[in-house]
């Protein structure tokens, strides 16, 4: 059980395109998914949380406008990068959970970036 | 402010026992999580300690001290798919996760 699927697992795009990226639980419904970002051989970086139905809450200096987060059913959220620029190249990683207290957060298997 | 300090790289001979420790400084606890990362993939959920003692898993097992401020994750019998980045993650008072910056374990035969 916990499997948290991202899609797609690769992206090439040129600078000026928006990118969307989907994470969906397939075995269970996630009322909160998170948002990392995380740069070769550095930590994991909390983009954002979000919350089935309502807005996301993004981490301190991180553009809400460029990062569109919509968390629309209890199954899916998926991350826009509008606008995308060669250092927004990355590896996207989401993790999903339940919504209780001390809930393991399950991740996805990452979306890797590559802006041109 | 909030910490979470481990190791940046241990190496370790396949077979053995080896400890990566993890001292963590936050506002409140709600609970320390290890997650092992390979290069390339997202995390995997090893363990969550919310109380004081050892939980054993397998090869793996994991210790917390709330205390100190302290834990520590256990791998027996390495093997060399053990090769990994190891996350420790807080849990503080508004049920954020605090992250490590991970520990890269390289097995050597």
């Known amino acids: 059980g916990a499997v948290v699927s991202q899609h797609p697992s690769w992206v090439i795009c040129k600078s000026g395109t928006s990118v969307k990226i989907e994470c969906r639980s397939l075995?269970?419904?996630?009322?909160?998914m998170f948002w990392y970002r995380q740069f070769p051989k550095q930590s994991l970086m909390l983009m954002a949380t979000?919350?089935?139905?309502?807005?996301?809450?993004?981490e301190q200096g991180v553009e809400k406008d460029k990062f569109l987060i919509n968390h629309a059913s209890l199954t899916l959220s998926t991350l826009t990068v509008t606008s995308a620029h060669p250092e927004d190249s990355s590896f996207y990683i989401c993790?999903?959970?339940?919504?209780?207290?001390?809930?393991?957060?399950?991740f996805g298997p990452g979306t890797r970036l590559l802006v041109l | 402010g909030q910490n979470i300090d481990q190791p940046t790289e241990m190496t370790a001979t396949e077979g053995a026992i080896v400890q990566i420790n993890c001292t963590y400084q936050?506002?409140?606890?709600?609970?320390l999580f290890w997650y092992q990362q390979h290069a390339g993939e997202a995390p995997t959920f090893l363990s969550y300690?919310?109380l004081d003692g050892l939980e054993e898993k397998g090869r793996f097992s994991s210790f917390l001290s709330r205390s100190k401020g302290y834990s520590y994750l256990l791998l027996k019998e390495l093997q060399m798919k053990d090769s990994a980045s190891y996350l420790c993650?807080?849990?503080?008072?508004?049920?954020?996760?605090?992250w490590g910056a991970g520990t890269k374990l390289i097995i050597k035969p």
């Open positions: 993650a807080v849990m503080d008072s508004n049920y954020q996760l605090i």
């Open positions: 979000s919350n089935e139905g309502s807005k996301a809450t993004y």
């Open positions: 936050t506002s409140g606890f709600n609970g």
């Open positions: 300690n919310v």
């Open positions: 075995d269970f419904q996630a009322t909160t």
């Open positions: 993790s999903a959970g339940t919504g209780r207290e001390q809930e393991t957060q399950y």
